[in-house]
């Protein structure tokens, strides 16, 4: 098979070009190390992304490309690289038929296609609970479960029977092993919300009424409550009724958050307004006596033109996020916000172990002036003051998301380990994972893991320690 990037007559899109190339090769090899590898670092660090099989058959999004995993394995001082594509249903109607048979988001949707009109890639996020790894997609539909080491793709997981369908990003209580989720449709109900207990099954199901179809991506959990967030990003409802799809924003529709106890009916949810705004990925929340505290990454308004330049773009969608704080008052029922940091971060990842309590720590890809989303290192925010100190790829590198892996015996702290990262050298096509002591995330490298083929840019990561890690 040829891969995309190859193809004389191929679409084009700048999601399909230089760094973000796709790749057509699975692999797995031994790795060399430049440095120290140290002997604390051991699991398993896996990234998903978009990465198409098949010449699209219109216009591309970054989004429509097919999921594919890569995983570095830090055990006994080695470091081993693997990527496999996930194996989706979708995935395998199109490799019997040797071409693609779904278009993308760009295009008018099919609904006459198998499994629906857009494919299901599961090329968006990971999760790793009850023992399994499950490879999410942003549009929601069903999980599939990938064999760790090995990242094989044992196949839909539907939560033993409980659970059909789960949207990318879910929330993983360290402490209680719940698994809280949300789904979103065209159609009533256009929000409900679900609890998985440990062992993996659906213990708590229920529907959140909204006045319409919502564009929505993440929620966030306290040790109590969980948060839904109703932002004014929908599809374009005429042309929704005309069978079409177009995003557009509404920035004189308020910015709600739904506070919900964490096992409660769906009609018990208490809104909080703030100002108008769009969020795709919130970093922690966590409860005081009287408040609820959020705190993620704010766009203004996604679809406007005529802010900062330099600003990159995702089809008709622009990326402008900065670090923010909200304070819900539990009391009076209003909102304080504020700004942390005029700059723009995006894909934030903290210590999974502190998800839902008070923390201190964020490490958030730091966005490069560009017209792709490309991101040139990270920032470590102590997300209380805004304060931000900034690891810094080098020129023409570029990264994806982060994660933070505990030492192995790691104290509580937030920065007590790593802070991992695959980056891609736009110049030379070289790939390699970056290994940064998280207590001292301004300085170099405590050693650079290098790839044997490239790796193109993607999306969201995972870190998952040896002592989790069932062989597969």
């Given at each position: 098979m040829t891969a995309v990037s190859e193809r004389p007559d191929r679409v084009t899109s700048p999601y399909l070009e230089g760094p973000f190339a796709p790749i057509d090769t699975e692999i797995t090899a031994?790795?060399?190390?430049?440095?120290?590898?140290?002997?604390?670092?051991?699991?398993?660090?896996?990234?998903?992304?978009?990465?198409?099989?098949?010449?699209?058959?219109?216009?591309?999004?970054?989004?429509?490309?097919?999921?594919?995993?890569?995983?570095?394995?830090?055990?006994?001082?080695?470091?081993?690289?693997?990527?496999?594509?996930?194996?989706?249903?979708?995935?395998?109607?199109?490799?019997?038929?040797?071409?693609?048979?779904?278009?993308?988001?760009?295009?008018?949707?099919?609904?006459?296609?198998?499994?629906?009109?857009?494919?299901?890639?599961?090329?968006?996020?990971?999760?790793?609970?009850?023992?399994?790894l499950l490879a999410l997609w942003w549009l929601g539909g069903p999980c599939y479960e990938v064999a760790l080491p090995s990242l094989e793709t044992v196949g839909r997981f539907d939560f033993h029977g409980t659970l059909p369908a789960l949207t990318a990003h879910p929330k993983l209580d360290p402490v209680t092993g719940e698994l809280m989720t949300f789904d979103y449709g065209l159609l009533p109900p256009y929000l409900t919300y679900g609890v998985v207990d440990a062992g993996g099954r659906l213990v708590h199901h229920t529907e959140v009424d909204l006045p319409g179809p919502r564009l929505l991506h993440d929620l966030a959990i306290t040790d109590r409550h969980t948060i839904l967030m109703d932002f004014p990003l929908m599809w374009d409802p005429e042309l929704l009724a005309q069978g079409r799809t177009r995003v557009t924003f509404r920035p004189d529709l308020p910015a709600?958050?739904?506070?919900?106890?964490?096992?409660?009916?769906?009609?018990?949810?208490?809104?909080?307004?703030?100002?108008?705004?769009?969020?795709?990925?919130?970093?922690?929340?966590?409860?005081?006596?009287?408040?609820?505290?959020?705190?993620?990454?704010?766009?203004?308004?996604?679809?406007?033109?005529?802010?900062?330049?330099?600003?990159?773009?995702?089809?008709?969608?622009?990326?402008?996020?900065?670090?923010?704080?909200?304070?819900?008052?539990?009391?009076?029922?209003?909102?304080?916000?504020?700004?942390?940091?005029?700059?723009?971060?995006?894909?934030?990842?903290?210590?999974?172990?502190?998800?839902?309590?008070?923390?201190?720590?964020?490490?958030?890809?730091?966005?490069?002036?560009?017209?792709?989303?490309?991101?040139?290192?990270?920032?470590?925010?102590?997300?209380?003051?805004?304060?931000?100190?900034?690891?810094?790829?080098?020129e023409g590198r570029f990264g994806s998301e982060t994660v933070f892996a505990p030492r192995v015996g790691a104290t509580d702290a937030d920065d007590d380990g790593y802070v991992l990262a695959f980056v891609a050298d736009a110049t030379t096509g070289d790939s390699e994972v970056v290994v940064v002591d998280a207590r001292r995330a301004g300085d170099e490298p405590v050693c650079r893991v290098r790839i044997p083929q490239r790796v193109p840019i993607g999306y969201h990561s995972w870190w998952v320690p040896a002592a989790e890690i069932t062989a597969g």
């Open positions: 031994d790795c060399e190390v430049i440095g120290e590898l140290p002997d604390d670092l051991a699991g398993v660090f896996v990234r998903n992304g978009a990465n198409p099989k098949y010449e699209p058959p219109g216009r591309y999004h970054w989004f429509d490309g097919d999921g594919m995993l890569h995983a570095m394995q830090f055990e006994n001082g080695h470091a081993v690289y693997r990527n496999r594509y996930v194996a989706t249903e979708a995935l395998a109607i199109e490799s019997d038929a040797d071409h693609a048979i779904w278009s993308g988001i760009n295009e008018r949707p099919d609904f006459s296609h198998p499994g629906g009109p857009f494919k299901d890639t599961a090329n968006t996020d990971l999760v790793f609970h009850d023992g399994r709600r958050f739904g506070v919900i106890g964490r096992h409660a009916a769906g009609d018990t949810v208490r809104w909080f307004e703030s100002e108008s705004c769009y969020m795709y990925h919130a970093i922690n929340a966590w409860e005081t006596d009287t408040e609820i505290v959020i705190v993620g990454c704010r766009i203004d308004d996604p679809l406007r033109e005529d802010g900062r330049p330099g600003v990159p773009h995702i089809d008709v969608l622009r990326l402008e996020p900065y670090l923010h704080e909200w304070r819900l008052d539990l009391v009076s029922g209003t909102v304080r916000e504020r700004p942390l940091d005029d700059v723009m971060t995006e894909f934030p990842r903290m210590d999974n172990r502190r998800l839902g309590r008070a923390s201190q720590y964020a490490y958030s890809p730091r966005i490069a002036p560009a017209s792709e989303v490309l991101f040139d290192g990270f920032v470590k925010y102590d997300t209380g003051t805004g304060a931000g100190e900034h690891h810094e790829y080098g």
